[in-house]
């Protein structure tokens, strides 16, 4: 199976006086749309039980684009505006979804599930870190294995073979041989 690689760029932009002053304009801009747009839903919903959906709030950015208050909506790209909208309508959205999927609890059994939430995310994050470091060691090795050598060989080794041996199976699991190997045969075809 052919793996995919992914690179990714990062870049320095130096903005002109201008540029920054337009991209200043746009970001608040932005910043007015989505949380306008949120205490609308918030209020909809607060008041009415009612959610806005996106063509509502759309249509709310033309009206206060029309008005006189926030007219200097129009001297911007609408674009970002739009986009705006869609991540608030998202974030709302996933709000409702887990209020639907989790009814209200006495407030004990609640702290104990908020309790193993946090314990869980904690862990979760341990992993999490565990893993960009044991990827971005990879990464520097098989960098440094490319650059340093004309000639590179590869034994195969049967690790299900290894796994079984109890006193071995982590230590063999979290070497990330695979992936290894993987990060090494796109490198060199690089």
Same mark, same amino acid.
């Given at each position: 199976m052919a793996q995919i690689a992914k690179r990714a760029y990062r870049y320095r932009f130096y903005p002109t006086p201008e540029q920054a002053s337009r991209l200043a304009r746009t970001f608040g801009c932005v910043r007015l749309v989505y949380n306008k747009a949120l205490e609308e839903r918030t209020r909809a919903y607060? %008041?009415?039980?009612?959610?806005v959906s996106h063509v509502e709030s759309s249509a709310m950015l033309t009206e206060w684009k029309r008005s006189g208050e926030f007219a200097f909506l129009r001297?911007?790209?609408?674009?970002?505006?739009?986009?705006?909208?869609?991540h608030s309508q998202a974030g709302f959205a996933n709000f409702f979804a887990?209020?639907?999927?989790?009814?209200?609890?006495?407030?004990?059994?609640?702290?104990?599930? /908020? /309790?193993?939430?946090?314990?869980?995310?904690?862990?979760?994050?341990?992993?999490?870190?565990?893993?960009?470091?044991?990827?971005?060691?990879?990464h520097k090795v098989t960098t440094r294995l490319v650059r340093e050598n004309q000639a590179i060989?590869?034994?195969? %080794?049967?690790?299900? /073979? %290894?796994?079984? /041996?109890?006193?071995?199976?982590r230590a063999v699991s979290d070497a990330a041989w695979r992936q290894l190997r993987s990060m090494l045969e796109y490198r060199a075809r690089w």
């Open positions: 607060a %008041l009415e039980g009612k959610r001297e911007v790209s609408s674009v970002p505006l739009q986009q705006t909208l869609r887990k209020r639907a999927k989790y009814p209200a609890f006495k407030s004990r059994k609640e702290k104990g599930s /908020n /309790n193993r939430a946090k314990a869980r995310l904690k862990v979760a994050r341990v992993y999490a870190r565990a893993t960009d470091r044991r990827r971005d060691h990879l060989a590869v034994e195969d %080794l049967t690790v299900r /073979n %290894l796994v079984k /041996n109890r006193g071995l199976a």
